[in-house]
């Protein structure tokens, strides 16, 4: 596993230097110098599982965040950079595991779209089932009502303290380790550097950090005898 996290931060490392330095139009890097992901046993040939780019925007994210982008307010563009990190982070831990990312993708960004939505546009620390029942209506409207009660869960246990082991722990957990390597930069979850940092040149933290931290602050003044209600264990 060393191996595949060493060749595939490479990967992305190499891509990402070349692209920066011929300046391809957005969505039009040749396939050839696009991240891959490799696996090496020993010295056995390697094998190239995918060539799909990274750093691609998602129609359901941005159909999302379109929609409520008055509500975000100043907060948009630190909030939509969460999501999309959350998002790439969330695809690659997923496809690590040996899963089809593609497969679950309308979870995956429905989930990573809603999944602070209401704690970005209410500043209110009891945001998880008014987003979970948001994403909820949102997939019914698409009619992908089948996939809401994974995503539900997606959504109301990324704050859990845990590993998260119950029903569609596959997707739940690559999401809760996603949010939480992007807000604390926790190391050993899977994500490689080479990852995070082309995620946070393509979709810049705008200050989220300190946006959390503030809210959390000011929401725990408030009710200071439930702090931290989103927490799970």
Same mark, same amino acid.
């Given at each position: 596993?060393?191996?595949?996290?060493?060749? +595939?931060? +490479?990967?992305?490392?190499?891509? $990402?230097?070349?692209?920066?330095?011929?300046?391809?139009?957005?969505?039009?890097?040749?396939?050839?110098?696009?991240? =891959?992901?490799?696996? @090496?046993?020993?010295?056995?040939q390697p094998v190239i599982l995918s060539s799909r !780019?990274?750093?691609?925007? $998602?129609?359901?994210?941005?159909?999302?965040?379109? @929609?409520?982008?008055?509500?975000?307010?100043?907060?948009?563009?630190?909030?939509? %950079?969460?999501?999309?990190? =959350?998002?790439?982070?969330? !695809?690659?831990?997923?496809?690590?595991?040996?899963?089809?990312?593609?497969?679950?993708? $309308?979870?995956?960004?429905?989930?990573?779209?809603?999944?602070?939505?209401?704690?970005?546009?209410?500043?209110?620390?009891?945001?998880?089932?008014?987003?979970?029942?948001?994403?909820?209506?949102?997939?019914?409207?698409?009619?992908?009502?089948?996939?809401?009660?994974?995503?539900?869960?997606?959504?109301?246990?990324?704050?859990? +303290?845990?590993?998260?082991?119950?029903?569609?722990a596959a997707l739940v957990e690559p999401f809760r @380790?996603?949010?939480?390597?992007? +807000?604390?930069?926790?190391?050993?979850?899977?994500?490689?550097?080479?990852?995070?940092?082309?995620?946070?040149? $393509?979709?810049?933290?705008?200050?989220?950090?300190?946006?959390?931290? @503030?809210?959390?602050?000011? %929401?725990?003044?408030?009710?200071?005898?439930?702090?931290?209600?989103?927490?799970?264990?």
């Amino acid at each position: 596993m060393g191996l595949v996290g060493i060749e +595939l931060g +490479l990967a992305c490392a190499a891509a $990402s230097a070349v692209t920066k330095i011929i300046p391809f139009k957005k969505g039009t890097v040749p396939f050839f110098l696009q991240p =891959v992901v490799i696996i @090496r046993v020993g010295g056995v040939q390697p094998v190239i599982l995918s060539s799909r !780019r990274f750093m691609e925007d $998602s129609p359901l994210i941005d159909e999302v965040l379109d @929609r409520y982008r008055q509500a975000l307010g100043p907060h948009y563009a630190r909030y939509r %950079g969460h999501v999309y990190r =959350v998002y790439h982070y969330t !695809r690659h831990l997923i496809a690590q595991q040996g899963n089809d990312a593609d497969r679950d993708d $309308s979870a995956i960004a429905v989930a990573a779209a809603f999944h602070d939505l209401r704690f970005a546009t209410e500043q209110t620390l009891d945001y998880l089932p008014p987003s979970i029942a948001s994403a909820t209506e949102h997939l019914d409207s698409l009619g992908l009502s089948e996939v809401a009660p994974a995503v539900g869960r997606m959504i109301g246990f990324h704050h859990k +303290l845990t590993p998260y082991r119950d029903e569609d722990a596959a997707l739940v957990e690559p999401f809760r @380790r996603a949010d939480l390597v992007d +807000l604390f930069a926790v190391p050993g979850v899977g994500v490689p550097f080479a990852l995070r940092r082309e995620a946070q040149s $393509s979709y810049p933290k705008c200050g989220f950090r300190g946006f959390v931290c @503030r809210t959390l602050f000011i %929401g725990a003044l408030k009710q200071p005898w439930r702090p931290l209600p989103m927490l799970r264990w």
